[in-house]
């Protein structure tokens, strides 16, 4: 591996209302790999255009070639990058941050777009927040109204897709509202879950966290209830000047178990794994929608492709660790609920 030169620019083309570009850009900008922020309606071209399935951020690496999928990219730029990696030196501690960054990524996902598009207010707040980047702030372009306008109704067939119906609204708004207590909490007695610098579980929670604080009813609720979370995001957005530290937690059986991560831990098992295993079930049999239960309520949901790499990844992250990984885990993922869902049928 080597470390980045500054003739190895990248470029990253999203939006500041993108939560994938934000994650991205943050990733970027800790692990001090050199690159531009293209953020204009040149994005979208390029996510239509060079990449298979639509969806920014796109990456546009030195030699020419484009990716999208912030998980895969920060894979490979693992492996390729040396310094100020975001994968912790305990390789129990790196299977768990993968894990948060999934949650976020897979379920965190679903009460951000949800509180993005479910409301008139918001609606119209957040469609023109992104084409006022988009179009570098000209608003009195002719097409500036009619774009938001479609842009917003693109989006509102998208809730109904995969949010569900309103029905889900109550599990989506109760698992959101309960992870952002124990962020609140956590950020409290510091700002990094594994020691004094951040791993991949932070900056998956930051992506989607960036969005909320900028959106028109999210960002009042953050404000009011989550204050010091709401201050902790502005901060992980640039964490270029960062020197930190891994501290083992896995090894201490006792900290781990009382830690923010024991805790988003059980989110994962209540909410994040059951839907990535019913949506696996129901892609496996060809049926489109699946429904699970979350305590004695149905979660309905059309099944989507998107979900279908994410648990056989996890699982295969997990049979690779080594025994004495999976011992130090053992506890907190039974206790969490997540154990079941990792091991591999």
């Not at 800790?30 to 040149?42: A, D, K, V």
């Not at 897979?106 to 006022?132: T, V």
């Not at 009813?217 to 957005?237: C, G, H, L, P, Q």
Request: charge should be negative.
């Amino acid at each position: 591996m080597t470390n980045p030169t500054p003739d190895s620019m990248h470029k990253l083309h999203g939006f500041l209302m993108s939560p994938f570009s934000m994650k991205l850009r943050a990733y970027l900008r800790y692990r001090h790999i050199p690159f531009q922020w293209c953020n204009n309606l040149g994005a979208d071209e390029i996510a239509r255009t060079k990449v298979k399935t639509y969806m920014v951020p796109v990456i546009e690496y030195p030699d020419g070639t484009f990716e999208n999928d912030s998980t895969p990219i920060i894979d490979k730029l693992e492996q390729k990058f040396s310094a100020r990696s975001t994968e912790p030196e305990n390789e129990a501690d790196a299977f768990l941050a993968y894990l948060i960054e999934d949650f976020a990524d897979e379920w965190l996902l679903w009460p951000f777009f949800m509180y993005r598009w479910r409301l008139k207010a918001d609606q119209e707040h957040n469609s023109q927040w992104i084409l006022y980047e988009g179009m570098k702030g000209d608003i009195e372009n002719d097409g500036f109204n009619a774009m938001s306008e479609m842009w917003a109704s693109r989006q509102l067939i998208g809730v109904e897709k995969i949010c569900g119906s309103p029905a889900n609204d109550y599990v989506l708004e109760s698992s959101f509202h309960a992870f952002l207590s124990i962020m609140e909490r956590a950020v409290t007695k510091g700002l990094f879950f594994f020691g004094s610098r951040p791993s991949r579980a932070e900056l998956g929670i930051y992506g989607i966290l960036s969005q909320e604080i900028q959106d028109h009813t999210a960002s009042v609720f953050m404000r009011e209830k989550y204050n010091f979370t709401t201050r902790w995001v502005s901060i992980i957005d640039d964490l270029s000047g960062v020197e930190g530290e891994w501290e083992s937690l896995s090894t201490n059986k006792e900290k781990l178990m009382s830690s923010p991560v024991a805790e988003i831990l059980k989110l994962s098992g209540k909410y994040h794994l059951p839907l990535l295993a019913a949506n696996a079930a129901a892609l496996e049999k060809g049926e489109k929608r699946f429904s699970y239960d979350i305590e004695g309520r149905a979660f309905t949901r059309i099944a989507h492709d998107r979900h279908s790499f994410c648990l056989p990844a996890l699982r295969k992250r997990y049979a690779a660790l080594s025994g004495e990984s999976k011992a130090a885990l053992k506890a907190v993922l039974e206790q969490s609920g997540c154990l079941n869902y990792l091991v591999a049928n």
